[in-house]
């Protein structure tokens, strides 16, 4: 992990300062004299070679020094731990809608094969992966939240609605924790679109991965034998089937968390999501290279953890697995 998330920042941290363009000129200000510009640019290190800022920049980094946002004008780190909170709601929303949708379908196409049950499955599933995230939330904005009104179309609460006691910073978290009912039902009904339009791609993903997964197993002696032996359909398909299927599934859902994590910026600013995405949108545009480097850091951190306990969970559900 270490060697890796040192690749990320190197990477990142020379592609973002070979982008044209002068964050020192950015911060100032349009109308800003070119002695203030210059003064900004010695104050923020921006005339030091370049792997003089990265020196600087990674001693920062090791005492947990994000550095200071050139938009915001204050520490990165309190940017995060205000947009990272809604992001991560979004993700862990959509992927409940994934693992709920997307694997019983890939169930049902593998129990179905070559039936109409598991050609329609095969339908939704290459919909899914096909249709771009940005013109699908467009479509449900217009359909829910324009035609029938019946969903709300951007933010996290209803208006005239206060955020709960901040704990998590997640809000149906939140309302949970401190009883607050009303906030907790806004905030469901307010993750239904943006979280229904990053789940469409996963769940195409996952229930074509589910199905190949399990039409694999299916063709096993032992449960062959499971049917034989009296079995219900229902057990022997998800008990014994998914179960012996789910390594390769398991690993889809980690790298999907990851990918949902990065690449949420469309459907946060489609739906106007105070998030992550919306946040790392507005530091490119600024050439705020601090803000760009803990959004990237960040996220190569998540990837990583995720997939560590990807891995260790294996042994959770494949005990004939030996780490020792």
């Not at 200000?29 to 920049?57: C, F, H, I, S, T």
């Not at 379908?105 to 179905?112: E, H, M, N, P, T």
């Not at 910026?265 to 995405?277: A, D, I, M, N, T």
């Not at 949108?281 to 996220?299: G, S």
């Amino acid at each position: 992990m270490v060697p890796i998330l040192f690749g990320v920042t190197l990477l990142t941290f020379f592609i973002s300062n070979s982008i044209p363009g002068d964050p020192a000129r950015l911060a100032a200000g349009p109308y800003a004299k070119a002695e203030v510009v210059e003064e900004l640019r010695e104050k923020m290190g921006l005339n030091d070679p370049m792997y003089v800022q990265y020196g600087n920049y990674m001693k920062k980094l090791l005492q947990g020094d994000l550095g200071t946002s050139n938009y915001t004008h204050q520490p990165v780190m309190k940017d995060v731990k205000q947009y990272f909170p809604a992001t991560l709601e979004l993700t862990l929303f959509s992927m409940f809608i994934t693992i709920l949708i997307g694997i019983p379908i890939g169930v049902l196409s593998a129990s179905k094969k070559d039936k109409i049950a598991d050609q329609i499955s095969r339908i939704i599933a290459l919909l899914g992966v096909a249709m771009p995230a940005f013109w699908l939330g467009i479509i449900l904005l217009l359909f829910f939240y324009l035609k029938l009104g019946v969903l709300p179309g951007s933010g996290r609460l209803d208006n005239g609605l206060s955020p709960p006691t901040t704990i998590t910073g997640m809000y149906t978290v939140d309302a949970l924790l401190t009883g607050n009912w009303v906030v907790f039902k806004s905030a469901i009904i307010h993750l239904i679109l943006p979280g229904i339009t990053q789940a469409a791609v996963t769940i195409g993903m996952i229930t074509r991965m589910t199905r190949s997964s399990m039409l694999e197993v299916l063709r096993s002696d032992y449960i062959r034998t499971a049917f034989a032996k009296g079995g219900s359909e229902k057990r022997v398909l998800y008990g014994h089937a998914l179960r012996n299927g789910m390594m390769p599934i398991l690993t889809l859902l980690g790298m999907t968390f990851g990918n949902s994590l990065g690449g949420s910026v469309l459907v946060e600013s489609v739906f106007s999501w105070p998030g992550l995405g919306k946040y790392a949108v507005t530091a490119i545009t600024y050439l705020d290279f601090p803000a760009v480097m803990a959004v990237t850091l960040l996220i190569a951190v998540l990837f990583i953890t995720v997939n560590l306990i990807i891995d260790l969970l294996y042994q959770v559900i494949d005990p004939r697995l030996n780490y020792d």
